[in-house]
């Protein structure tokens, strides 16, 4: 599930919100005459799996997303990576098929199947041509609920992450990355790679990985949406036919809950690499998915620096200076507060100037606010462009699943729209106020330092 | 070997054509395959200037996608000023008479849209993604900057900056495509495919306002470039409108043709760059036929039997049982206007040489000459295109892009030809292009040294 889908996000909060503001909009909560139809149709089967179905009967192709409480905030402690190779596992065999044999399965059919951990979930993807759905749920329904977790193949996974994690060390944009969560998030699971460390993946045994398993792929704690061309009764016997032995789970499902605070005073890091640009971000904490705040934070945030070219950011620091090809700034909503941050590459000796640029266009929203004209602008591109946020299976799948993990409701193509023009300019400068801290942020800049001077 | 005359090749592959047209349909009532070809749903008019349109309704999504392209890329280049079409697109968005710098995206936002522009070796093309109530603007603004720039000297200079930041993140910095990047310039000696797209940075450093009002005079021509509306849309309506907004815009002289031709190979070539990097990477290169060669077909399958999906041979041998390789694969370049490469990556496991990678590579490459593929593993290949042709009509974007890189290449009708092609591909095709193509004589291999870091 993307954590990074700046505009997506109501909540039981924002419609707690709406309550509060008047008659006027309780009248909007009311039933419209031709109500739009929900995203999806949703069922809980008797094993409290959740199953949404949209059809999408245009081409005979079939998309499935499974998202399940599973993701790195679930991680024992010193056990970082394991949600991750639990994940990647689910593919790499079962109790009767090899690995080789998913994936030649797989391939035969002309499928794709694929499974990968992120910080507030995990998921399996599949998608496929409809003629071959039988078998794409068998294969699926198999790396569900038998896999495997093989010695072999945990230590050739093993392997492969800890080659990946040395790769990554070539690119100035991730080492940055990694340093900038650590410093905001600490050993918090926001905080740390998802892949884990040399150290934390010595320390995970096939044990650990199996009770993860155990205790977190279960029913009810996970969500089935399928999109494409299917009729909604037929699919649900399908997959209750498969899943129906699927047993719910015993585990409290206990996980890491808000990052510490972070410290008053900035945090800059300095990292000596020979390379010809700067990598650069700037940010701090920022705000969890169901903080009430979310539209207008997103609001403020397109016309900082989410917006590409509609953006401040980009305005003064690509298309005034030519300083950069890409600057931008996200908010990264989680069950608990993601990060804030902006990023940036630009020629080392640009790097000091930059940062400068980016503390003032921080500090200027903050003072003043935005125009009317912008405000009216980033409203008109966030409503207008909900459209092509669903316009193929797989971005519509994408979509069901997180409103449905984020108890958004299945409703939001409907609320979206209203909820961004509710947005106000007071409330704008009051969430840059509050969310955006050009006081106390971390700073890391991965460059030739010798060329490179910071601002004071 | 493939550099022949053009001219001369393309009637043949017409003939060829109009009877693999025959063959297909054929083919598709033997089957009764649902639909599948697009293209007999393609409207093609080709208005007085010479600008050639295609409309093809696609009502599953209320959203509309407007692509122009040019034929002109880094193919149309020349030593010296190299990055020009390049540089010409970003300067597609600063500015003509009636829309000011940078107000291109602006206006595209507000009205809740998308845009983008990509350069290639071949093309240069141009998109706007709208909800379907409102793309018509997107026309007008295509419309206005075929002819309309102002390629102001302030922007030009900026927007040069921006350039040579692109460039300092996408290939100074990254070693893997400063890789590929030198390996091109090896592998094609003589034809201009040996130049980056983005340009060499000493050629960006001098490149000129004249340079690019030249390039943009010859290449920016209705006559140069084509229009492609995909979407929910209704093209008796449409069509009209596309004649008023773009009808008047004057023909210009043809552009000249490239004339140049890469000689056959005569013995491998090999290279290494040093760079400041974790791990070794392998590329190899070999000179193959475009698609406008009946052979298009056998390699497009043989790189399915190499590299599609994890079951593939060289995933599963490098990757999975051999673990020499963090990722590995192949891919064949056939949608390119003259004949390009047929090129194997592969990125070296810690403890593991690039000349142990680069035999088992090439102990695949063998396989495919002295064994024939059985039969299951051809069906897979050729069961996984046709999934793809499907699926890859998810999304409107990836349809026009399809249409326009066939029309680029060979005429968008071509596309037409592409199963049927792949359905007669017979084991015995694939020996005979492996033994034609992927011969030590015709290889380039590119090998990445990483060098000591000074810095940590």
Redesign the interface.
Same mark, same amino acid.
């Given at each position: 599930m993307s954590v990074n889908d700046g505009q997506m996000i109501a909540s039981r909060a924002a419609r707690r919100m709406r309550w509060v503001g008047g008659w006027l909009l309780v009248l909007l909560l009311l039933p419209p005459l031709a109500a739009a139809a929900p995203l999806a149709e949703r069922q809980v089967l008797e094993n409290g799996l959740t199953l949404l179905v949209a059809s999408?009967r245009?081409?005979?192709?079939v998309t499935i997303n499974v998202t399940v409480q599973a993701g790195s905030l679930w991680e024992p402690e010193g056990q970082a990576g394991l949600a991750n190779l639990a994940a990647l596992l689910l593919t790499r065999g079962t109790m009767t098929r090899t690995?080789?044999q998913i994936? &030649?399965e797989?391939?035969?059919? /002309?499928? $794709?199947l694929s499974s990968s951990a992120g910080r507030d979930s995990s998921e399996v993807d599949l998608?496929? @041509?409809k003629k071959?759905l039988p078998k794409g749920l068998e294969l699926l329904a198999d790396v569900l609920l038998h896999p495997a977790f093989d010695e072999a193949e945990i230590g050739?996974k093993v392997? &492969?992450i800890?080659?990946?994690l040395?790769?990554r060390? &070539?690119?100035?944009g991730e080492v940055a990355s990694e340093a900038f969560n650590e410093l905001v998030f600490g050993s918090h699971p926001y905080g740390r790679p998802l892949e884990g460390t040399d150290a934390s993946l010595s320390a995970i045994t096939r044990d650990a990985i199996m009770r993860f398993y155990r205790d977190h792929y279960t029913p009810e704690r996970s969500i089935i949406t399928v999109v494409g061309d299917v009729e909604p009764k037929e699919i649900a016997q399908q997959l209750r036919a498969l899943l129906k032995s699927w047993p719910k789970g015993k585990s409290t499902g206990e996980r890491a809950g808000d990052p510490k605070p972070m410290q008053e005073k900035p945090v800059v890091k300095k990292i000596?690499?020979?390379? %010809?640009?700067a990598n650069i971000f700037l940010g701090h904490q920022g705000i969890r998915r169901d903080n009430p705040d979310f539209y207008a934070v997103t609001v403020m945030n397109y016309i900082l620096g989410g /917006? /590409?070219? $509609?953006s401040r950011l980009v305005?003064r620091i690509?298309? &005034?200076?030519?300083?950069?090809?890409?600057i931008h700034s996200y908010f990264y909503p989680g069950l608990e507060r993601g990060a804030f941050q902006v990023g940036l590459?630009?020629?080392n000796e640009t790097a000091g100037a930059a940062v400068g640029e980016v503390l003032r266009e921080l500090r200027q929203i903050r003072d003043q606010g935005v125009t009317d004209q912008e405000l009216?602008?980033a409203k008109?591109?966030l %409503? /207008? $462009?909900?459209?092509?946020r @669903?316009? %193929?299976?797989?971005k519509l799948a994408g979509l069901i699943s997180t409103v449905e993990y984020y108890k958004i409701g299945l409703d939001y193509a409907d609320r979206y729209p209203k909820l961004i023009e509710a947005v106000t300019k007071e409330e704008v400068l009051r969430v840059a106020r509050a969310y955006l801290w050009p006081d106390r942020y971390v700073l890391v800049v991965v460059a030739?330092q010798a060329k490179v001077a910071l601002p004071e | 070997m493939v550099a022949g005359a053009m001219r001369h090749r393309m009637q043949d592959v017409m003939r060829r054509t109009i009877a693999a047209a025959w063959v297909m349909l054929f083919l598709v009532l033997a089957q009764g395959i649902?639909d599948a070809q697009v293209t007999t749903r393609v409207k093609e008019s080709i208005l007085d200037n010479g600008l050639k349109v295609l409309l093809l309704e696609?009502?599953?999504?209320?959203?509309v996608t407007v692509n122009v392209w040019y034929r002109v890329g880094a193919r149309n280049e020349q030593p010296g000023t190299t990055g020009l079409s390049h540089f010409l697109e970003h300067m597609m968005?600063k500015g003509t008479s009636k829309v000011g710098?940078?107000q291109f995206?602006?206006i595209v +936002?507000?009205?809740?849209?998308?845009d983008n522009a990509f350069t290639s070796d071949d093309f240069t093309g141009y998109f706007e993604?709208?909800?379907?109530d409102?793309f018509e603007l997107a026309l007008e603004l295509e419309a206005d900057r075929i002819r309309g720039l102002l390629l102001d000297p302030k922007e030009v *200079?900026?927007?040069?900056?921006?350039?040579?930041? *692109?460039r300092?993140?996408r290939t100074?910095?990254?070693?893997?495509s400063a890789l590929r990047e030198v390996m091109e310039a090896v592998a094609f000696q003589v034809h201009p495919y040996r130049q980056p797209v983005i340009g060499w940075m000493s050629d960006l450093e001098g490149l000129r306002r004249e340079d690019l009002v030249r390039h943009y005079n010859t290449y920016y021509l209705p006559n140069n470039a084509m229009l492609i509306v995909v979407g929910d849309f209704k093209s008796d309506e449409l069509l009209p409108k596309i004649q008023r907004v773009f009808g008047a815009i004057p023909r210009g002289p043809e552009p000249p043709k490239v004339r140049a031709e890469e000689p056959e190979q005569h013995g491998e070539r090999r290279l290494v760059l040093k760079k400041?990097?974790?791990?070794p990477f392998v590329f190899m290169g070999y000179h193959v036929p475009d698609l406008k060669h009946p052979d298009n077909f056998a390699l497009e399958v043989l790189a399915y039997i190499l590299s599609?999906?994890?079951?593939?041979r060289v995933y599963?041998s490098l990757v999975?049982e051999k +673990?020499l390789a963090?990722f590995a694969g192949g891919g064949y370049d056939r949608e390119s206007i003259d004949p390009n490469l047929f090129s194997f990556y592969a990125?070296v496991?810690?403890g593991k040489t690039a000349e142990e990678v680069e035999r088992a590579m090439t102990a695949e490459i063998e396989r495919l000459k002295s064994d024939l593929i059985p039969n299951?593993e051809l *069906?897979?290949a050729k069961? +996984?295109?046709?999934?793809?042709f499907?699926?890859g +009509?998810?999304?409107?974007f990836n349809l026009a892009r399809q249409l326009a890189e066939y029309e680029i290449v060979a005429g968008w009708r071509t596309w037409e030809a592409y199963l049927p092609g792949i359905r007669a591909v017979k084991a015995e095709d694939l020996q005979r292009v492996a033994k034609t193509y992927l011969t030590p004589d015709n290889q380039t291999v590119a090998v990445l040294i990483p060098t000591k870091?000074?810095?940590?």
């Open positions: 999408r245009a081409l005979p192709i690995a080789a994936d &030649e797989v391939d035969f059919i /002309g499928a $794709s998608t496929l @041509l071959d050739r392997r &492969e800890r080659a990946a040395r790769k060390q &070539e690119d100035p000596d690499r020979s390379v %010809t640009q /917006g /590409g070219f $509609s305005e690509r298309e &005034e200076k030519g300083w950069a090809y890409d590459q630009t020629k009216a602008d008109a591109y %409503t /207008g $462009s909900f459209p092509l @669903l316009d %193929t299976n797989r030739d | 649902a696609e009502h599953k999504a209320p959203v968005f710098p940078g995206s602006k +936002q507000k009205n809740g849209g998308r993604t709208f909800a379907s409102r *200079e900026s927007e040069k900056k921006v350039i040579m930041e *692109e300092r993140t100074e910095d990254d070693p893997v400041v990097a974790e791990l599609g999906g994890k079951s593939a599963k999975y +673990q963090l990125s496991m810690p299951r *069906e897979k069961n +996984q295109i046709e999934a793809g499907l699926l +009509q998810d999304s409107v870091k000074e810095k940590r």
